[in-house]
Nanobody
Framework: QVQLEESGGGLVQAGDSLRLSCAASGRTFSSSTMGWFRQAPGKEREFVATIRWSSLTVYTDSVKGRFTISRDNAKNTMYLQMNSLKPEDTAVYYC???????????????????WGQGTQVTVSS
């Protein structure tokens, strides 16, 4: 059974940093695209960042220069380093993994096959 488990969320102040982790089990994703999405209260789930098997990364504009996505295939784990956090970053963050490398659709949630339960990130002003 494939599972993705997020960790690292919490309550921080604006300007602080957090590092989220997503540990995968049940299969390896070294040849697949993985990504982070988030959902704020009352809003739809939105794309945050993605990393392809080649380590090519894509970010949504609002987090460029502040967030860094990475992966450690030996540990089957993906990370999201979040710096200079803002109150508008407050959301439940979900990790996702696809069964394949998403060449042209890495921002689209429906193309991901596996999802974690989410971890809450709250940024106070």
């Amino acid at each position: 059974q494939v599972q993705l488990e997020e960790s690292g969320g919490g309550l921080v102040q604006a300007g602080d940093s957090l590092r989220l982790s997503c540990a995968a089990s049940g299969r390896t994703f070294s040849s697949s695209t993985m990504g982070w999405f988030r959902q704020a209260p009352g809003k739809e789930r939105e794309f945050v960042a993605t990393i392809r098997w080649s380590s090519l990364t894509v970010y949504t504009d609002s987090v460029k220069g502040r967030f860094t996505i990475s992966r450690d295939n030996a540990k089957n784990t993906m990370y999201l380093q979040m710096n200079s956090l803002k109150p508008e970053d407050t959301a439940v963050y979900y990790c996702a993994a696809a069964n394949r490398d998403l060449i042209s659709t890495p921002r689209v949630a429906s193309f991901y096959d596996y999802w974690g339960q989410g971890t809450q990130v709250t940024v106070s002003s």
